[in-house]
């Protein structure tokens, strides 16, 4: 009998070392003892593959048309073969080729490098590092090349390097207008937009 009484005694002292330490907030409470732990889950690696399927993410297309010629000393200059220069009094008039290009200039920024270490999540709250606008894609097809003057003979060879010549100059005339700042703007402008509708608020967008 007197084991038993020692037995509650030693039972009723654990509890109230538990009630003790519950309202010192050092021990769970019951209901919390036993409770299941909401798991914490690292949004990150879902958030980074779904901006993965962004992919290249062309934010602005600048569209332009360009006239580009060039000149070479026509075959039939017997001057030019023998002493590398032309003379007009005595030199035919030289080939010359003027094309007229259109074409379009994609630039934006391609998200597929995107790592861990771009993003800081907290709650509500997004902090995302993106990499720096390039440019994505120059297009000339085909049909955007006319021809707008043509003297003398011009090998294929010849024809594509005056198209070489016309779609660098495209590329720089976007280039020297800003194309790559304006794409960096609006790459900005697009993530907090796609961010802001996955349900965060509290949104930083960088450029690395």
Request: proline share 5%; charged share 25%.
């Amino acid at each position: 009998m007197k084991f038993f009484r020692n037995y509650i005694l030693v039972i009723v002292g654990i509890v109230l070392v538990i009630i003790l330490l519950q309202r010192m907030n050092i021990f769970p409470s019951w209901s919390n003892l036993f409770s299941a732990k909401q798991v914490a889950i690292d949004e990150t690696p879902v958030l980074i593959s779904e901006i993965k399927e962004l992919s290249e993410m062309i934010t602005i297309t600048a569209f332009d048309e360009v006239v580009v010629d060039s000149v070479k000393a026509s075959k039939y200059d017997i001057v030019n073969k023998v002493t590398g220069f032309s003379m007009p009094v005595f030199s035919p008039t030289p080939d010359r080729l003027v094309l007229v290009v259109k074409g379009k200039v994609m630039a934006g920024t391609d998200l597929s490098g995107l790592m861990p270490d771009d993003f800081y999540i907290d709650k509500d709250s997004i902090s995302l590092v993106i990499p720096p606008s390039r440019i994505l894609d120059l297009v000339t097809n085909p049909s955007d090349f006319s021809t707008f003057a043509e003297t003398g003979e011009w090998t294929p060879e010849a024809v594509t390097l005056v198209k070489q010549k016309a779609r660098n100059k495209v590329l720089q005339r976007a280039l020297d207008n800003g194309i790559i700042d304006k794409a960096n703007q609006r790459s900005k402008m697009v993530m907090e937009s796609f961010l802001r509708s996955l349900g965060y608020s509290r949104i930083r967008v960088t450029i690395a």
